[in-house]
Each structure stands twice: as C-alpha cells, then as structure tokens.
Nanobody
Framework: QVQLVESGGGLVQAGGSLRLSCAAS????????MGWYRQAPGKQRELVADITTGGTINYADSVKGRFTISRDNARNTVYLQMNSLKPEDTAVYYC???????????WGQGTQVTVSS
C-alpha cells in the first residue's frame, strides 16, 4: 500500500503561479516514478508531467516551458511548480506513483486548481 498526500491547489488569476506537493508513504520502492495528471470537467485524465528516481522527466506539450517538476527522493515527495497559469489549466490535479518492479498504480485524492481569467 502507498498513500499519497497532495497539497498546494487553490484559486489563482491567469498569469499567476502555484506549487503542488505530493508526499508518498508506505511500501515504497527505491526505483519509482511520480508525477501529476489532471482532469478537467468533461475531459479524460491526462499526463501533466512525471519524473523517475533517476531524474528522467516527461512533460505534456501544453505545459512545457511553464511547469517544472522536481522531486526529493529522500522524502519521497514530488513537486510541480506551475507558472504563467492559464484558464485552460483549470482541473483536478492527481498525484501518481508507480514502482518499476510492479504494475500497480497509486493515485492521490486530487487537488483542485482553478485559474480565473
């Protein structure tokens, strides 16, 4: 079992910034990937960014140049710095955890990000 606790969501005006945090606890492998997905109303959940313990990073094209993902391996925590936010970034953001030595995917409860125009 892995528990993911998210924080940092909220309401911000267009052009503003937010930083999301997600801390993982429980049975955690030393090799894993953590990241962020988001789901807007009426849309499918989509990858925003993820990062492995080795530092490999993937970004969605829509957030490249605006969002930065990072992690603290010692604390099993992943961060998403979101700058130049746009109304289309409005969504529920979900933390994601995946071990390399298994197929189980764990999800956080979601944190709401709302960007007003």
């Amino acid at each position: 079992q892995v528990q993911l606790v998210e924080s940092g969501g909220g309401l911000v005006q267009a052009g503003g910034s937010l930083r999301l945090s997600c801390a993982a606890s429980g049975f955690i492998s030393s090799r894993n990937a953590m990241g962020w997905y988001r789901q807007a109303p009426g849309k499918q959940r989509e990858l925003v960014a993820d990062i492995t313990t080795g530092g490999t990073i993937n970004y969605a094209d829509s957030v490249k140049g605006r969002f930065t993902i990072s992690r603290d391996n010692a604390r099993n925590t992943v961060y998403l710095q979101m700058n130049s936010l746009k109304p289309e970034d409005t969504a529920v953001y979900y933390c994601n955890f995946r071990r390399y030595s298994g197929s189980t995917v764990y999800w956080g409860q979601g944190t709401q990000v709302t960007v007003s125009s």
